[in-house]
């Protein structure tokens, strides 16, 4: 079974800086798949930037990016020139591999409240 | 620009009562999925289908069922709504086939309150 653990229920930066929220995660497959999902105060869940657990480079989507340490099964979003607008929940998510019973599952971890100060 | 509908941002309904959550999507998507939203729980699985007629249950499936008579259209019943799933319910879409880069399409959300 996959697992994602955010130790961080809350998180606090100043705008302009960088920031990282941590995720790791647990699974004994080979071929997996890493979320970041954004979720606004108004609901809505905003894909961020994915890895492929064979992706050797890290992920990145304009100011986030995704420090990926496989060994170490954590998969870290960096933001850097933090935004007022960057204030969210924000969640790390692992796919299974493709085919089997997985039919596109994603598993979810407990979330990370980032807020940024002016 | 594709879209997940869901047919309600809040519901407020009495304890006991049917409720239906409707969830709409345009993309011609296989897979559905309805997730409840806790505080410090995250997003957690009721149900979902990867096909008309076709459903798996999810990690916490007690209280729901759901029905999907269409490609587009996947329904989240609460046989008799009890205060304890009064919760915010997310329902995604994804395409069949994406390998692990099954990227996940959210609706808006419904907060519901059963009181």
């Known amino acids: 079974a996959q697992k994602i653990t955010q130790t961080q229920p809350g998180m606090f930066v100043q705008e302009k800086e960088a920031v990282t929220l941590d995720c790791t995660y647990d699974?004994?497959?080979?071929?997996?798949?890493l979320f970041w999902y954004k979720q606004p105060s108004s609901g809505e869940m905003i894909f961020l930037i994915y890895?492929?657990?064979?992706?050797?480079q890290n992920a990145t989507e304009g100011r986030y990016s995704l420090n990926f340490q496989k060994a170490r099964k954590s998969a870290n979003l960096v933001i850097s020139a933090s935004q007022l607008g960057d204030s969210a929940m924000y969640f790390c998510?692992?796919?299974?591999?493709?085919?089997?019973?997985?039919?596109?599952?994603?598993?979810f971890g407990q979330g990370t409240i980032l807020t940024v100060h002016p | 620009d594709v879209k997940v509908t869901q047919s309600s941002r809040y519901l407020v309904k009495r304890t006991g009562e049917k409720v239906f959550l409707e969830c709409v999507q345009d993309?011609?998507?296989?897979?559905m999925f309805w997730y409840r939203q806790d505080p410090g729980l995250g997003l957690r699985l009721i149900y979902f289908?990867?096909?008309?007629?076709?459903?798996e249950k999810g990690d916490i499936p007690e209280g729901y069922s759901v029905s999907r008579e269409k490609k587009e259209r996947f329904s989240l019943i609460l046989e008799s709504a009890s205060t304890n799933q009064t919760s915010m319910y997310l329902c995604?879409?994804?395409?069949?086939?994406?390998?692990?880069?099954?990227?996940?399409?959210f609706g808006p959300g419904t907060r519901l309150t059963v009181l």
């Open positions: 995604a879409s994804s395409a069949l086939g994406a390998g692990v880069f099954n990227e996940q399409f």
């Open positions: 699974t004994s497959d080979q071929s997996y798949g």
């Open positions: 890895q492929g657990s064979y992706d050797e």
């Open positions: 998510a692992m796919s299974p591999p493709e085919g089997g019973t997985s039919y596109g599952k994603l598993t």
């Open positions: 993309m011609d998507h296989e897979n």
């Open positions: 289908s990867y096909d008309v007629k076709m459903k």
